[in-house]
Nanobody
Framework: EVQLQASGGGLVQAGGSLRLSCAAS????????IGWFRQAPGKEREGVSC????????YYADSVKGRFTISEDNTKNLAYLQMNRLKPEDTAVYYC????????????????????WGQGTQVTVSS
């Protein structure tokens, strides 16, 4: 059974940093793309970043480019989202998700491309 669990959220002041983790079980990262999404109150879930487990390629939404860094440790089936220079508008519940390797190339921010989702972790950035 494929399972994902996001953790590492919390309350931070604007300009601060957090690192989110995504622990996966039931599959190996090698054949999957891992994505991070977020959903703010009253808004649709949006794609933030995606990493290709095949070659480590990374995709970032324009809103986080230059501030967030996605990475993974294939030996531990862990993915990370390092979030620096956080802004109040980054406040949301953050989710990690797994999709096929093709997801990275065809739809890194499309919810329908991801077959497995973890529970979210709350990130709150105060001004």
């Amino acid at each position: 059974e494929v399972q994902l669990q996001a953790s590492g959220g919390g309350l931070v002041q604007a300009g601060g940093s957090l690192r989110l983790s995504c622990a996966a079980s039931g599959f190996t990262f090698d054949d999957y793309a891992i994505g991070w999404f977020r959903q703010a109150p009253g808004k649709e879930r949006e794609g933030v970043s995606c990493i290709s487990s095949r070659d480590g390629g990374a995709y970032y939404a324009d809103s986080v480019k230059g501030r967030f860094t996605i990475s993974e440790d294939n030996t531990k089936n862990l993915a990370y989202l390092q979030m620096n220079r956080l802004k109040p508008e980054d406040t949301a519940v953050y989710y990690c998700a797994a999709g096929s390797e093709g997801t990275f190339y065809h739809g890194p921010t499309q919810l329908g491309e991801y077959s497995s989702w973890g529970q979210g972790t709350q990130v709150t950035v105060s001004s």
